[in-house]
């Protein structure tokens, strides 16, 4: 029997789309959550639209664009230098503790609805270098949740543990290897699917996906 409510955290990218379908499977109904902090690319929040459309899920979009007050930027640090704002891959808004806001957002949205589970993407073996994506965040996230709202939340983390090869191989078993390949968008310069094939997002994608072809074909 199918357990109860999800929110799912979603970017419309491999990872949350791969959960998505994770949760399609265990969930009697699912909504999805998005946040707007400005992406590079609004193809993103196109992208995640789109997803949850085809597959007939709920798409909460919360605006986040209050992280654009707080990301460091020329304005408020002397250091930086006025330019693009892109530096290394991360988005200019990015701001530590990003994943502590949208994962409490998640919690707020998931008491609204009246969910019980909330499913994230994070993964610490990828290690990306962002503490609050790690499995001890997560969980000590989730006892506050539900402290602050007196509830009994599940956050869920399915890819915590898995490499990037392991996610494909995931998304195969979900049977949504070629949808999470040609319907979503990981790439820094927003080429859908496969990507530009030059950013570190797409090279981590593709080598995982090579790995894990290369060893479906051997087994
Ligand atoms: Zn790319």
């Excluded at 929110?7 to 998005?34: H, M, N, Y």
């Excluded at 930086?80 to 991360?90: H, N, S, T, W």
């Excluded at 701001?95 to 409490?104: A, E, I, Q, Y």
Aim: charged share 25%; proline share 3%.
């Amino acid at each position: 029997m199918k357990q109860e409510k999800a929110i799912i955290v979603f970017s419309g990218g491999q990872d949350s789309t791969t959960c998505l379908f994770w949760a399609k499977e265990r969930f009697r109904e699912i909504e999805a959550v998005t946040f707007d902090y400005g992406q590079r690319h609004s193809l993103e929040i196109e992208c995640a639209k789109a997803i949850t459309e085809e597959l007939g899920i709920k798409h909460h979009i919360l605006d986040m664009s209050l992280l654009n007050q707080l990301a460091p930027n020329a304005l408020t640090r002397e250091d930086i230098q006025v330019d693009d704002g892109e530096e290394g891959g991360l988005p200019s808004t990015f701001v530590p503790g990003r994943n502590m806001l949208f994962l409490s957002f998640a919690g707020v949205l998931a008491s609204q609805v009246g969910a019980k589970h909330i499913v994230t993407g994070v993964c610490e073996t990828d290690f990306s270098g962002y503490p609050d994506c790690r499995d001890i965040f997560v969980k000590s996230l989730n006892v506050t949740l539900n402290l602050a709202m007196d509830d009994t939340f599940v956050v869920d983390t399915p890819l915590m543990w898995l490499n990037k090869a392991q996610t494909w191989e995931l998304a195969d078993e979900l049977g949504a290897l070629e949808f999470v390949r040609e319907k979503t968008l990981t790439c820094y310069n927003g080429v859908m699917a496969d990507g530009c094939g030059e950013c570190p997002a797409c090279k981590l994608r593709q080598r995982g996906l090579d790995e894990y072809l290369s060893f479906k074909k051997e087994s």
